[in-house]
């Protein structure tokens, strides 16, 4: 997120204190609702409805960032910018300052219908090699102040003369001058996804911008559409001139390219909105696990059944199309010395030995679950059930996955169960125990 919060203040018995939530959350009437005095016979001023995504201008000059918000879809077409200025206008008729900066309708009649009334800043003209290019006026809109900016394309980079390089950077200025910005972006315009893209549809994509900018996004809504409705949308002209339609659905616009643009913008959306749920979570002292999808962690550590236990991991998460986590504990503090001390009661001096080839049955396990697809954390812990509850809990994991316990009876007496620790410190989360009897014949491979 763009902008952080300090922790409220707590009263005397614990609690956060009423006045500074409101406070914190813009909440107050003072901070919602901004009115213009006047008469009851002669009112000729709109009472303006301000909401924390539309801070008045008294906020704005008190150094407040403005927010973002992103309409990012998967391809050219899909409707970001159809969507952007039906949210202007819906912003309009509740009394917002609404204009816009950029705009590209690429002469699409019902994109350009959308533009209606609003506002627009007229762009600044550069000369480049002889030629008037026009680019987005950034220093005009921060002079003209508004509420709100649209501003279309935002991966766009502005003609060599331009104040920035890239527009994003000219929607960074603008949201440093306490102006909210509404843009749009396709999702092959990040840079981490550069390469898959270049993979997907043959094509290297140029223009693109740091993935920092969507993760600082405040709100990010994907505009989705199925690839046959888009290849229809094309066909009929609203894409595309005439000319360039047969060439685009056989090269960039293909189905397959499509399809697998559009999970990554699906995919991208996820990953933004479980950081955004993660966050609120933490900021509001949430501890308990939220269901909001299947997500399977497994424990796994140097004994053989590891890798079977594993695989059983691997067969839940798929049966819930859920997400795999792979989570190894390295012990520390007091507990360290207490294992090499049994360690060396089992195996002597042979025990360092075995300790060093533990370490290595780790890392092919940690190898082995990532071939499968999983995510492996190698995290340290002064206690395993401990370490395993704290990821599961902070990656919002519903499922977990550990093997049955193989230990000496006085080393369960010395150690406690890590089970049955488990079990009290997950009671949100279902607990899945492979037994070890059914390994013990198979061979390590």
Known sequence: MSEQFSEPHKAQDGRPDPEALLKRYNL???????????????????????????PSVEEKEEGKRGRLRVYLGSVAGSGKTYAMLQEGQRRKERGTDIVIGYVETHKRPQTQAQIGDLEIIPRAKIAYKGVTLEEMDTSAIIARHPQVVLVDELAHTNVAGSKHRKRYQDVEEILDAGIDVITTLNVQHLESLNDRVADITGVQVRETIPDRVLDNADEVELIDIAPHALQQRMKHGNIYPPERIDAALENFFREGNLTALRELALRRTAEKTESQLRQYMTEHDITDTWTTGERVLVGFDHRPQSRQIIRDALRLAQGLHADLIAVSIELEGPAVFLRRITGFLRYGTDAPRKREENIKKINEYAL??????AEVLRIKSEDIAHGLAHIAKERGVTQIVVGQPSRHRWEEALYGSVINRLLRLSDSIDIHIVPTNRNRKMPDQ
């Not at 082995?368 to 697809?373: K, P, Q, Y």
């Open 28 to 54: 107050r009437d003072k901070d919602l609702y901004t009115t213009t005095p006047t008469t009851p016979t002669t009112s000729t001023t709109p009472t303006t409805l301000t909401t924390p995504s539309s």
């Open 368 to 373: 082995f679950a990532e071939d499968l697809g």
